[in-house]
């Protein structure tokens, strides 16, 4: 399970006029994405989608990486990132994604999501930050054996 005890490192902090994505990498190969919305027009744009592929293939040397993606209020996305995000190509690193989902507008933007851009890999919504890196660490653990 992840704790406090297990360091992080920024690997990644993308400033934007309009926001920032942080990426934190955990000892436990858990990668963070984190977004910081300076204004209500923050929007994940299709460059941003394919920088974190990028990031993600460096991060993992190739290999699979479990993903847990914070959401802000009013997280939004393009068509295009949406449709890109959810392609073999974009998911080519990403061993499963755990997405906060902590109140009703995010889970029915999720939901949303799931319905129109099916995902490549394993992507379910919690409540909790703590419940879904159990998951990811469960389902690393998992694809060990």
């Known amino acids: ?21 942080i990426v934190n990498q955990y000892e436990n190969e858990v990668v963070e994405i984190l977004w910081e919305r300076k204004s209500v027009q923050f929007k994940v744009e299709l460059q941003d ?22 959401t802000i209020e009013f997280l939004r996305s393009t068509p295009e990132a949406n449709q890109y995000a959810s392609t073999e190509e974009a998911s080519k690193y990403t061993l499963a994604n755990a997405v906060l989902v902590d109140n009703l507008a995010k889970r029915i933007l999720f939901n949303f999501f799931l319905k129109f851009n099916s995902p490549q890999k394993p992507t379910r919504g919690f409540k909790t930050r703590k419940k879904a890196m159990k998951w990811l660490l469960e389902l690393k653990n998992q694809s060990r054996v």
């Open 1 to 21: 399970m992840l704790s406090h005890s297990i360091s992080e490192f920024t690997v990644q902090h993308i400033h934007r006029n309009d926001g920032s994505i």
């Open 49 to 70: 989608v394919i920088g974190l592929r990028e990031l993600m293939k460096d991060l993992g040397k190739g290999k699979e990486l479990p993903v847990y993606i914070s």
